[in-house]
C-alpha cells in the first residue's frame, strides 16, 4: 500500500515508488496501469482516503483498495457495487481489471481478507472535466512542420503548427507530447488501425495564439522517428498526442535546486529554469557525448557543469553526490538514462540520506529499448 500511495504522492515519491515496483518484478512500464489506477480514483473519489506515504495506518478505502486488486489478480468477478464502495465507471473497472493483470504476471501476493463497509456513498460519475483532459492526452493533432533548424550540435530545433493544437499547455514546464511523423506511406484502412510509430518530447514552447508547438530534438542514434525529425522539412506533417506530466514544483523550502540530464533533457530543464524562482538557487549538471552540444542556456544557472558521457554512469553520479554530499537541503530534478537515473536517486537517497520526496528522477530513455516509459513521468 505504501507503493501506492507513492505513486499517488508527489514526483519524488513516484519516482521512488516507480524503483521499488522494480524490486517486485513490476518494471517502469507495467506500473503505468498502476500509476493511473490511483490518479482515476482521485478523479473519481475526491473523498477517497488515501494517506501519505509516511502513515502509519491504513485507512478502510485503503484496505479495501488491497482486496479489489487481489480480486483482480486471481479474477474474481466483483461485486455489483465495486470493491470501493462505488459504482465504477467503466474506465475505471478497465483500469482494475488490468492491474489485476500486472500483480498475477509478477507473481506479488496480496493477503486476504472481507471488504470493510465503505466510508462514504459517492456513487459518482466521473468528472466530465477530468475525463476530458484524459481524452485530450491522448488525442491525435494533425500538424504541418513549419521550420527545422540546428539549435546546437546534435540538437534541432522544430517547429509544427495546425488548428488541432488549440487547446495545448506548456503549462507547467517540462511537459511532454508524443510525435508520431507520416512516413509518407499511401493512407490505407489497415494503416489506420496499426499501432503508429511515435516518440517523447519535451514541449519547449508553445504558442496559443498562433497554435505553433516547439520542441527541441535530440538527434542520437538509429531511429525511424529521429532519422524523420531530422530531415523533416516545411510542409510535412505529423501527429502530436498530449501533452502531459510537467514539473510539479519544488517539494518544501531548500537551499538550492540541482538539475541533471543529458541532452534529451535539456528542452525540460531550459524550460524550469526560465520559469524558476529567482529566489532559488540553480546548479546544472548536463552530461553530453560530444563537447559541441555545449551551449550557453537562455537563462543561467548559478553554475553550469558539462560532462563528456563514458561508458559507465559512475562518473554523472559522483559529480552530483560530491556537491549535494556538502549541500544536503536541496531539490533534485534529474531525466536521462534509466539505469544512470535509478544509480543516482539510489546514491542521493539511500548514501547521502536526502529526503526522497525531494529527488526526482525521469528515465526518458533505456540503453538497448526503444520507446522507454518511465511512470515518473507521468
Known sequence: MTLL???????????????????????????FPLLRLMETIRQVAPEFQVLSPHAPLVSVDELNLMTMLRRAALRVAPEQRGDLGFSM?????????LCGDVLRHSQVSLGTRPLLAATSDLGVQMETEDM????????????????????????RRIRLAGPALAGLSDDPPAKWVKVFPNFGEPFTEKAKYSNPVGRVYTIRHFDSEATVLTIDVAIYGPGAVSSWLERCKPGDRCDVAGSRGGFEGISGSVDCAVFVGDETALPAIESILEELSGYIGARVFIETADERTVHEMARR??????????????????????????NRNVFVWAAGEATRMRMLRRTLVSQLGIEAARVHTVGYWKEGAADHRDAAAG
Not at 301 to 326: D, F, G, I, P
Open 301 to 326: 544557472a548559478e553554475s553550469v557543469k558539462w560532462l563528456r558521457r563514458r561508458a559507465t554512469a559512475e562518473m554523472l553520479t559522483n559529480e552530483v553526490a560530491a556537491w549535494c554530499s556538502h
Open 132 to 155: 476530458q483532459q484524459i481524452t485530450d492526452a491522448r488525442t491525435m493533432r494533425p500538424t504541418t512542420v513549419v521550420s527545422n533548424e540546428e539549435l546546437t550540435y546534435g540538437i
Open 5 to 31: 500511495r507513492g505513486l499517488a504522492a508527489g514526483p519524488g515519491w513516484r519516482s521512488q515508488a516507480v524503483h521499488e515496483l522494480a524490486g517486485l518484478g513490476i518494471n517502469a512500464e507495467a506500473s
Open 89 to 97: 465507471p467503466v474506465a475505471l473497472a478497465d483500469l482494475v481489471a
